[in-house]
Each structure stands twice: as structure tokens, then as C-alpha cells.
């Protein structure tokens, strides 16, 4: 799903709980990884994260449904933009305006995931 299809779907939704059920269920959608992606662990996140690309294309895996909803979000944002592009990126504010409510386990572990797209 594009990055624009889910921010409207998550703007729409006004209930917490159900806006992370929509979370969770953009998580269960993701696009498998490919054997020949290149995977890199997340370090900082409480849960396992691994954000791999093939190209200018993003795949993710987490152990955690909401973690693997959060990811897909963040990849959807990200998806087909080139390293350069992604730097340019204010890929916080933009998460911090679709008003998920995550705990702070959860938003230290995307701080570091928003890290290493931008360090690409």
C-alpha cells in the first residue's frame, strides 16, 4: 500500500485503539523480503527489527505486530526515494502527524529506525 493511501486511512480513524489495530493490520500486508535483499538489524528497537532494501525498494520484518505495522508505515514512506532523497526527508515529523499512540519503548525504537534511513 502507497504511504498516501495509508496516512488517509489513519486520519480518518479517531479512536487510539482502533487507529493501532490499523497499524497492526498494515504490518500483517507487508510485502514479503526477497532472498536477495540486503537486511540490516535495527539496534535501539526492544523488539527485533530488520529493514532490507533491493535498490531504491524497502522490505521489513518485526517480531511484534504493532513494531511490524510501525515499520510498514515507515517503509511505505521511504519506498523508491534513493538515499538522498530519504535525508531531505522529515520522516519524524511526518510519523508524529498521522498522532499514533505509541509508548516510549516504541518511539525510541523508531527514532532509531528514522536513523538509519537517514544514514543510508
Do not use: W
Request: contains cysteine; proline residues 3%.
Amino acid at each position: 500500500m502507497q504511504y498516501e493511501q495509508m496516512k488517509s486511512i489513519l486520519q480518518m480513524i479517531e479512536d487510539p485503539v482502533e487507529k493501532l489495530e490499523m497499524v497492526m493490520d498494515f504490518g500483517a500486508h507487508m510485502a514479503p523480503v526477497p532472498d536477495d535483499a540486503k537486511c540490516t538489524e535495527i539496534v535501539g528497537c526492544a523488539s527485533f527489527v530488520e529493514i532490507c532494501r533491493v535498490g531504491n525498494k524497502f522490505f521489513g520484518r518485526a517480531d511484534s505486530g504493532i513494531v511490524r505495522g510501525v515499520v510498514a508505515i515507515l517503509l511505505a514512506m521511504v519506498n523508491g526515494k534513493s538515499p538522498e532523497q530519504i535525508k531531505k526527508m522529515n520522516l519524524a515529523q511526518e510519523f508524529s502527524s498521522l498522532n499514533i499512540q505509541l509508548g516510549a519503548g516504541r518511539l525510541s525504537g523508531l527514532n532509531s529506525m528514522i536513523s538509519f534511513l537517514q544514514n543510508l
